[in-house]
């Protein structure tokens, strides 16, 4: 990793590189935050399977669900999880794999110019307010190095593939999020 690479992990997460990323496009600005949540199994929390997930070490055998989705190759930029420790899995200046088909405003292909945040959760259940404190905390840092990035463009999965997506959710409170910044 270069120096300017380093720069683009959070101090305070815990780092495991993806294999799960590539190279932006060339001069390509990073102005927009995607909000998601993910749980493996589906609707389950404190397991290690959404980290192996984005590894590509997810065990199919684990449970019948991983069968579907253990050959994917997806990643976010950072992963918070109920307690609010914060992983990182691609550094901020790489193209990490999370919003897929999508679109905000004009532009298409969201991941050339976006940094995903994955919360554990689901679209049927509440955060918990460690979870809101981290992800103010990593947004506020992001916010320094990418100032592009303000309130109006900070948005949800839902709102950049709306046909595909529901995260992060009704239960996901963006007044209270966004009053922490």
């Given at each position: ?110 991941n050339d110019f976006s940094i995903g945040i994955e919360l554990e959760g689901d679209v049927d259940s509440s955060y918990t307010d460690n979870q809101y404190t981290s992800l103010a905390s990593a947004t506020k840092q992001i ?39």
């Amino acid at each position: 990793m270069t120096n300017n690479t380093l720069y683009d992990v959070l101090p305070s997460a815990r780092y495991l590189p993806s294999p799960h990323f590539d190279q932006r496009p060339q001069d390509m600005t990073i102005d927009l935050l995607v909000i998601h949540c993910i749980s493996l199994p589906p609707s389950q929390f404190g397991h290690r399977y959404v980290e192996d997930f984005f590894l590509g070490k997810l065990d199919r055998c684990a449970h019948p669900y991983f069968q579907e989705i253990a050959a994917m190759r997806v990643s976010a930029h950072l992963y918070i999880k109920r307690d609010g420790s914060v992983v990182q899995f691609v550094p901020f200046s790489l193209r990490a794999w999370h919003a897929g088909l999508s679109q905000f405003e004009t532009r298409e292909r969201c991941n050339d110019f976006s940094i995903g945040i994955e919360l554990e959760g689901d679209v049927d259940s509440s955060y918990t307010d460690n979870q809101y404190t981290s992800l103010a905390s990593a947004t506020k840092q992001i916010q320094q190095r990418y100032p592009l990035i303000t309130k109006q463009r900070i948005t949800g999965h839902s709102d950049i593939a709306p046909q595909r997506k529901q995260d992060p959710g009704e239960f996901f409170d963006w007044s209270r999020y966004l009053q922490q910044l």
